[in-house]
């Protein structure tokens, strides 16, 4: 699959527009007909795709590639084929005093082509659930996957060319320039997953086409621990979701919030969570995931050196590779806000530990901050759990647990603020791709009647009714 130009992703739109305009929505059966051969595409090829995977990481766990990618798109897949002819029926609506003999009701109209942007930490589900989302609304699709995973990305074209013809979907591949000229088409709707500095570049190149968003960024999701709760418990829940994908998850725990005299047992707790998780080690395990790429090995290096040099106390769990992009888990304690790890999204298995003495101080650590894609409160007691959950702002929360609001169809999934706008998954998808179009139908009854003759009286009554 060859780079795609300027030029190429304009044809694309207008012919997809053209289609799009002459063919109408695709009713509930070819909807679903569309889903299902998807769904059948991608198991087929499921082998293919955990073999891309790999080919793009170096090292990818296939266990993890099955759990964290393809079993969260076939149960996205699944839930739209059985919930979709509930959300494309139409909303009966109130209708007014005056016009009574009326009808109004809401339908939901696909919005037209949408553009999609994939990132390159899960390159299947987050690029494969946002095309779902769009062909399940009625819509046609662009989609750009990343450029820094494209063994994949080819896959994933397969797949689409396989079911669907390009004036329906289409998969562009492109680096940077490519993903900008994407961005400026004049969509009907983007859809962008990835870090919040390019999100800001698609909003802006999508704005001067007044073309709405959904932005899916990410940001520096914090881990709130109660005083006194089991601190195996909170270990195990926080290592998993920190070392998923070598920590490279959007609503990955980006650092936990410990109170004073709890620290050193959460410490203990966490390496002894590592080392059971991992009891074979990092470097040519398969059951762990490499950083994806040089650059960011380095970075990650960095942000560990910088928080070392500024008096953290660094405890590497595992042996590196600097070849094979294999970082080990690394916890860091005494940390402090003025270090790097702390002023940008880790997306590593790096996790720094900081203290609090009372609940509001970490409430007030959290909220002096931009707000995060996700947020996860461990704890029993449900006053302290309501105190810290009513007086924070942020996109998904899961209580003692980690990553698992995710991995609900029928919750939305979106960030606030940094974090991101709008939100899908389940109806809120369904819904931000389509337009709620209201209707009202006017009885032989209604409102330009009670002007005329002789209805004087009785509209000057209804109306003193109502504005009384």
């Known amino acids: 699959m060859s780079d795609a130009t300027p030029a190429d992703l304009h044809h694309i739109l207008d012919s997809q527009r053209a289609a799009f305009l002459q063919d109408g929505p695709p009713d509930l059966k070819q909807r679903r007909t569309d889903l299902r051969r998807l769904k059948a595409e991608i198991l087929k090829r499921r082998t293919e795709i955990v073999r891309a995977l790999k080919t793009d990481f170096g090292q990818r766990s296939e266990r993890e590639s099955a759990i964290v990618e393809l079993i969260p798109l076939v149960q996205s897949i699944n839930y739209m084929i059985a919930h979709l002819g509930c959300w494309m029926k139409p909303e009966r609506r109130h209708v007014s005093a005056y016009f009574q003999c009326g009808r109004a009701w809401v339908v939901r109209q696909p919005v037209g082509v949408v553009g999609i942007i994939a990132p390159w930490n899960y390159p299947v589900s987050l690029a494969l659930v946002p095309l779902a989302t769009a062909i399940a609304a009625g819509n046609r699709a662009m989609l750009k996957p990343s450029e820094f995973t494209p063994a994949t990305s080819a896959v994933i074209g397969e797949i689409v060319q396989a079911i669907f013809p390009p004036e329906q979907i289409s998969v562009v591949t492109g680096g940077g320039d490519v993903g900008a000229a994407f961005s400026a088409l004049p969509f009907d709707h983007i859809l962008f997953t ?55 998850t959007c609503i990955a725990p980006d650092y936990v919030l410990v109170h004073e005299n709890d620290r050193d047992a959460f410490a203990t707790a966490y390496q002894d969570a590592v080392k059971k998780q991992h009891p074979g080690g990092y470097v040519g395990s398969p059951d762990y995931t490499a950083i994806l790429n040089a650059h960011h090995y380095g970075r990650l290096s960095g942000l ?64 002096a901050r931009p707000r995060p894609l996700a947020l996860y409160y461990f704890g029993d007691n449900r006053a302290e759990r309501d105190r810290v959950l009513k007086n924070t702002v942020s996109g998904n929360v899961t209580v003692n647990g980690t990553l698992m609001h995710y991995v609900q169809e029928d919750l939305p999934f979106g960030g606030v603020g940094d974090s991101g706008i709008g939100a899908y998954h389940g109806k809120e998808g369904f819904m931000a791709l389509t337009h709620a179009r209201g209707m009202y139908r006017q009885g032989r009854f209604n409102a330009a009647t009670l002007l005329q003759p002789p209805f004087g009286r009785l509209a000057d009554t209804i109306t003193n009714l109502i504005l009384r």
């Open 304 to 367: 560990i050196d910088n928080a070392e040099a500024q008096g953290a106390r660094v405890i590497r769990l595992g042996s590196d590779s600097a070849t094979d992009h294999i970082l080990a888990p690394v916890l860091l304690l005494d940390v402090t806000p003025q270090m790097a790890v702390m002023q940008e999204e880790i997306f590593g298995p790096v996790l720094p530990v900081l203290t609090y003495r009372t609940l509001e101080e970490a409430i007030a650590f959290i909220n």
């Open 194 to 248: 990835g870090s919040t500095a390019v999100g800001k570049k698609v909003a802006e190149a999508a704005a001067r086409n007044l073309t709405p968003v959904t932005l899916e960024l990410g940001g520096k999701s914090p881990v709130v621990i109660a005083p006194g709760f089991s601190m195996q418990r909170v270990a195990d829940r926080v290592a998993f979701g920190k070392l998923t994908n070598a920590g490279q």
